[in-house]
Structure formats: C-alpha cells, structure tokens
C-alpha cells in the first residue's frame, strides 16, 4: 500500500544535502565491480547507484566527508573524481 509520503519515484536523494531532485539535477555514480565506480545513467551502468547535486558545494562535502563511497560502499578513484568534475562542468575552474 502506497503512503502519502512516498517520495516521488522520479527523484533521488543527493549524498551530501540529502534533498531529493530530479535526476536531471545530479550526477549518479554507479558501483560497476568492488573497487570500480563508473559515473552515468542507469541504463548505462544499471546496479547500485548513488547520487548527488550538479553543485559544487555538494561535490566538494561528498569528497570530503567520503559520502559517495558510504553509499555505494567501495572506494572512488582519483579518475572517478576528474569524471564527475567532467560532467559538472569544472574544467573551465580547474583550468
Ligand atoms: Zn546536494
């Protein structure tokens, strides 16, 4: 039975803000093999999948604080990171 409450099937929850957006909003990492982490849509990396902002303020407390590999429960790797840097458009920032 559905409750009131259910959160809308089309949104997920970001790691760091825990605020639910659509999943246009964030950057999903997704646990393809212990240890490896590819950054991408379900349909290109279906399994367990974790979230967060298209913001850098969210990016920078979900590195800090080790958010993305608690929930995916794996570690990232340096290249994950220059990925989702990619996909939120910091390259122009970093240089
Ligand atoms: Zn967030």
Known sequence: M??????D???RQCVACRQLRPRSE??????IADGEVAVGSTREFPGRGA???R???CYTQARKYRKLEKALR???????WV???????FEEAIG
């Open 2 to 7: 559905p409750s009131p409450s259910r959160p």
């Open 9 to 11: 099937p089309c949104e």
């Open 26 to 31: 964030l950057v999903r990492l997704c646990r």
């Open 51 to 53: 979230y967060v902002c």
């Open 55 to 57: 913001d850098w303020a």
């Open 74 to 80: 794996t570690g990232i790797q340096a290249g994950v």
């Open 83 to 89: 990925e989702v840097e990619r996909v939120l458009g």
